[in-house]
């Protein structure tokens, strides 16, 4: 029995619509490996392994799956099965390049997924004796742009990390460590709705002045400022991301107050989210506000990026992304200020662009929350 999140319609549309852009694009066939793209295109989960697994994917006509007989029953119960598309099942011994040259006919321009290993590029580069090129630029448009029920999900993963971030105030104290705390984090993450969690992060004090900083034995403090950056993915593989700061008794005035204005550049990088504008005018929104007073040499990174069947994805909210916002795109917005040695902070929502502006879909507040010493 299938327990597809989407029904086979809508992996059919996703499938179509890779052909078209591949035909647009002039390839001749596009091959995906295991990975996000699978898993977007037929809800095929898992990641590369020594044995070949492949869609491969004609701009016209019928598509064919290879895969090793050992994992066939699991394919069959994806899309693949739904669909009845033809699968060419190999066993240890076999040539599984052989048969994606059997299924591509005679090319000249192949697409490929970015997820694909040179274990496996190599190899069907030989056996097709055609340019090979990364399809991300085909496959990234399906993707980037969120049907209704992709949206659904990534609702459902927002309230879900939202009830995690109010319940963190009970848990960050004085006296344990980011490693204690992180454990209650990933307990709630199950808890409150997720299939599995992505990543943890726990920065106190001078921990959170590193923007990847994950979790450590450090004992947190009172007046410790902490970034808790937390996801996880509901059981349709589309996951939450989001940041809130918070301080462990009373915060420091120079520290709440270079919150307080980050909170402001965050508001001003959503409000500035409609379609038509480009990502790096949304980027600038924030970093504007920080600039002016006197933070923007704090802010480290972009502000944001997309998010779906991976945590990070396009679009990117970066500086110079001159990729035009269109209705139906996610994507994070998280800036942030980071002082070494000292501390850091960073605010993130999951938005949506919609007809006319954005959709915020996290909820939790954002203004730096102060906990019990």
Do not use: C
């Amino acid at each position: 029995m299938s327990t597809l999140p989407f029904s086979a319609a809508v992996y059919s549309r996703r499938l179509a619509r890779a052909q078209e852009r591949a035909q647009e694009a002039g390839l001749d066939a596009i091959i995906v490996g295991p990975g996000p793209d699978l898993q977007y295109l037929l809800g095929v989960e898992g990641d590369t392994i020594e044995r070949l697994t492949a869609l491969v994917l004609p701009p016209q006509g019928a598509a064919t799956v290879i895969v090793p007989r050992m994992e066939l029953a699991k394919v069959r119960s994806t899309a693949v099965g739904e669909l009845g598309l033809t699968v060419a099942d190999w066993v240890d011994g076999d040539d599984p390049y052989a048969l994606v040259a059997a299924a591509t006919g005679p090319v000249s321009r192949v697409g490929v997924s970015d997820a694909l290993p040179a274990l496996h590029v190599v190899p069907i580069g030989e056996r097709l004796q055609a340019r090979l090129e990364l399809a991300t630029p085909v496959l990234r448009e399906g993707r980037m742009t969120k049907d209704d029920e992709e949206i659904a999900e990534l609702r459902r993963a927002a309230a879900a990390i939202d009830a995690v971030h109010r319940r963190v105030p009970g848990w960050l104290r004085a006296g344990r460590t980011e490693r204690e705390v992180a454990a209650d984090i990933a307990a709630a993450i199950v808890e409150e709705g997720h299939r599995t969690v992505e990543f943890v992060i726990v920065g106190s004090g001078p921990n959170g002045a590193d923007p990847h900083h994950e979790v450590s034995d450090r004992v947190i403090e009172d007046g410790d400022v902490v970034v808790v950056d937390i996801g996880g993915a509901v059981p349709s593989g589309y996951n939450s991301d989001s940041t809130r700061t918070y301080v462990v008794g009373t915060p420091d005035p120079v520290a709440a107050d270079r919150i307080a204005t980050l909170v402001r550049a965050q508001q001003a990088a959503v409000d500035a989210v409609r379609p038509g504008v480009t990502a790096a005018e949304v980027d600038a929104a924030a970093r504007s506000v920080l600039t002016e007073a006197g933070l923007g040499e704090a802010f480290l990174h972009r502000t944001g990026h997309g998010i779906g069947v991976s945590v990070h994805e396009e679009p990117y909210i970066a500086p110079g992304n001159d990729l035009v916002l269109r209705e139906g795109m996610a994507f994070s917005i998280e800036p942030g200020i980071y002082f070494a040695g000292e501390w850091g902070a960073r605010i993130e929502d999951i938005v949506v662009v919609t007809a006319d502006g954005a959709e915020r879909l996290n909820t939790a507040p954002h203004e730096l929350t102060a906990t019990d010493r």
